[in-house]
């Protein structure tokens, strides 16, 4: 299982890569895997906003459909469009393809999630 050390995580695994007031959100390796083989990728709208925990995509496989939810309050700037009409990139890359790049509306709410050990700690249990 891949996990990236300079990477924020939640207890629903979803990853954070954090650039300045901006984060870079998807769903990890761990997640990809327990999943299977991606077939649909719900994205959210530039604009959006959202609260963190809050629903804001659902990620489809031939095993189930999930919702992901947003690790830290902010709104979308960014989509990843190539999942429209490749969605198994995620499978393939999940984290060079992430689903959406926030602008971080309270960065403190970083500190709520794990850092790669605690992660890692968190999908051996």
Known sequence: MKIMEE????????????????????VTDYAQHAMGQIVYVELPEVDDEFNQEDAFS?????????????PASGSVLEVNEDLEDEPELINEDPYTNYICKIKLSDKTEINNLMNSKEYSSFCDK
Do not use: C, P, Q, R
């Open 7 to 26: 990477y924020f995580y939640t207890k629903n695994h979803e990853w954070v890569k954090v650039e300045d007031d901006t984060a870079l959100i998807g």
């Open 58 to 70: 659902v990620v489809e496989s031939v095993k189930a459909a999930s919702d992901i939810y947003m």
